[in-house]
């Protein structure tokens, strides 16, 4: 629970201030600050895996891509169990959901079961789509999709590609930048005779989720008629930086107070084509989804 709210704090201000600091759906918020938890908890350390009862390890993880990086492959895995991303790079000789990482291929990876000793092999789907589809949105659209393990940020770089990064040749660290560029980050290294490399990332994608956050935050309260746009204005003339410290507890309270009454109301009055909107607004897959749609229809 603690590091659920630790990650917490950041994610409320960004759904706040989607919403012009309204406050969204309970439960969304909850799964949006339960993803944010898993994604920190896993980037800051291997994740303790459990045994998911009647399923084998092939049939609960799911390969999502094999890379090469100086000289050596990686692997991205997702664990059915609990829907979690294993959020780093996996390499042969590592141990995942009760299972030894005996080699990776080009197209696939062989475990081990250190029970068993039986070997499972996880394969790599195909991207999907039709020939006639144009390869350069196909893959814009995986970027900016849920099927994207690093959709809201980049793995480390692995401890043997940065170990090595001084020694590496222009061509080899240009390959590795062009695997976060197929994953939507454009990496900068800058080389420090003090110590390791220092990483910068910047998403490829940043202004288009953006914008189409924004567009469906005006789509969203253009929609709404009189009686509902009071309500929205109720809930907006409240401040929603609950322990910020800019408001008093009493007024923090009384803010939530507002809030909680007025949002089930508005909820309540939307209409199936407002909810869709909405949606787009605190779902960050489903604003670029609606951004893409439009784009694709105005052509």
Request: with cysteine.
């Amino acid at each position: 629970m603690n590091t659920l709210v630790t990650a917490s704090g950041a994610l409320i201000d960004l759904v706040s201030d989607m919403i012009s600091k309204g406050i969204p759906e309970p439960r969304v918020v909850v799964r949006h600050l339960l993803l944010a938890a898993i994604t920190t908890t896993t980037m800051l350390a291997a994740p303790v895996l459990h045994r998911l009862p009647g399923k084998g390890p092939e049939a609960r993880l799911k390969l999502v891509g094999i890379v090469q990086m100086a000289g050596k492959a990686f692997a991205v895995i997702h664990d059915e169990y609990g829907d979690r991303l294993l959020g780093q790079w996996w390499t042969a000789g590592g141990y995942l959901a009760g299972c030894h990482v005996k080699e990776i291929g080009g197209y696939s990876v062989v475990l081990t079961e250190r029970q068993s000793g039986r070997e499972i092999t996880l394969t790599l789907a195909g991207t999907g789509g039709s020939e006639a589809e144009d390869p350069a949105q196909r893959r814009k659209d995986w970027i900016n999709s849920e099927e994207n393990p690093m959709y809201f940020r980049p793995f480390p770089l692995p401890a043997e590609v940065s170990g090595a990064w001084p020694n590496l040749a222009e061509e080899d660290k240009a390959h590795v930048a062009a695997v976060y560029r197929d994953f939507g980050w454009a990496l900068v290294v800058t080389e420090s005779a003090a110590g390791g490399p220092h990483c910068d990332w910047k998403n490829i994608y940043a202004d288009d989720r953006s914008a189409a956050t924004a567009q469906a935050k005006v789509d969203f309260e253009n929609s709404l008629n009189p009686a509902q746009r009071a309500i929205f204005a109720r809930i907006k003339a409240t401040r929603a930086e609950p322990h910020s410290g800019t408001i008093s507890r009493e007024q923090d309270e009384a803010d939530n107070q507002v809030r909680m009454k007025e949002w089930p109301r508005l909820q309540a009055s939307l209409s199936p084509s407002q909810l869709e909107i909405y949606q787009a607004i605190i779902d960050p897959f489903k604003a670029m989804k609606r951004r893409n749609e439009a784009l694709k229809a105005a052509h």
